[in-house]
């Protein structure tokens, strides 16, 4: 599980602790900020996923969008949001696999 945490740079007090600001991201890629607040995907406990927002004037966290299908959670997964803040582009994993093949008369020489 990974966490977001707060600290203060120049500006702040050097003897003011790291705040944790979100508990269980699903990945460090599934995170986009904006000045009003924080687009995460958290730790899902089920077969769907979802996008939420934390409000940083409230410090609360609201459900943007919810999925079926699980985004994705590895390290080519990723979350971002246009510039001016009318998009959100997410990545989700459809299915996986993998292939086996076997070369017959294979010669290593």
Known sequence: MQKLWAEPTCGGSLSKAPTRVLESLSTHLNVAFVDSGIYFVPISTTLGSSIQFLDLNTNRITSVAN??????????GGLTISPDGKWLLYTQTDEGGSELMLVDKFDSH
């Open 67 to 76: 999925f079926g299908k699980r985004l994705n959670l590895g390290e080519t």
